[in-house]
Structure formats: C-alpha cells, structure tokens
Nanobody, 126 residues
Framework: QVQLVESGGGLVQAGGSLRLSCTASGRTFRRAAMAWFRQAPGKEREFVAVISWSGGSTSYADSVKGRFTISRDNPKNTVSLQMNSLKVEDTAVYYC???????????????????WGQGTRVTVSS
C-alpha cells in the first residue's frame, strides 16, 4: 500500500503563487510516475501535471503550461507542484496520484493511477 499526503494548499490572490507538496510512504517511490490532478466545484477531475519516475519526462495540461512546474525528490519521496501566476480558474481541490510501472512514462490518464491522496484545496481570489 502507498499513502500519499498533500500539503501547501490555501487561499491566494490572483497572480500569486503556491507550492503544493505530496509525500509518499509505504512503498518505494522510485518506480512511480507522480501526477497532480484537480477537481473544481461541479466539474470532473482533470489532469494538471505529471512527472515520470526518473524525472526525465514531464507533461502539463495546456491550461497550466508556463505557469506550473512539477518536480520530484526521490530520496525524500516527495513530488511538488510550483504554481505561479495563479488564476481564479485554478481554484480546485488538487490531488496527488501515483502510478507504478516498469516503464518510465509520464501517464496523463487518471484511470491508470493506483494511489491517490486526500486532496488539498486551492482557492484563488480575484
């Protein structure tokens, strides 16, 4: 089993920044692609960003490209999402997810992810 715990959410004004972190425990972190998804009120969960287990491959949703950066620290079992130039439409609950695989691939499909955190709320005010 894997436990994922997110932190770093909060209230920020539009144009501001937040850094989300997700710490994994219970299983080796090295072979897991790590991703962030988000769900806004009344909307379906959507992909935000992913990083492969080597860190060599990343992918971002078009809506966050150039503003968000995903990174990982394998020795610390942590993945982070640096969010800059936040917009009101970034308001959502952000979820960290892990996908274990033998291939070093940055999967963007939420159905492929095995483990999920409880989510951390990000609210961007105008």
């Amino acid at each position: 089993q894997v436990q994922l715990v997110e932190s770093g959410g909060g209230l920020v004004q539009a144009g501001g920044s937040l850094r989300l972190s997700c710490t994994a425990s219970g299983r080796t972190f090295r072979r897991a692609a790590m991703a962030w998804f988000r769900q806004a009120p009344g909307k379906e969960r959507e992909f935000v960003a992913v990083i492969s287990w080597s860190g060599g491959s990343t992918s971002y949703a078009d809506s966050v490209k150039g503003r968000f950066t995903i990174s990982r620290d394998n020795p610390k079992n942590t993945v982070s999402l640096q969010m800059n130039s936040l917009k009101v439409e970034d308001t959502a609950v952000y979820y960290c997810a892990a996908r274990y695989s033998y291939t070093d691939y940055a999967e963007t499909n939420s159905r492929e992810y095995d483990y999920w955190g409880q989510g951390t709320r990000v609210t961007v005010s105008s």
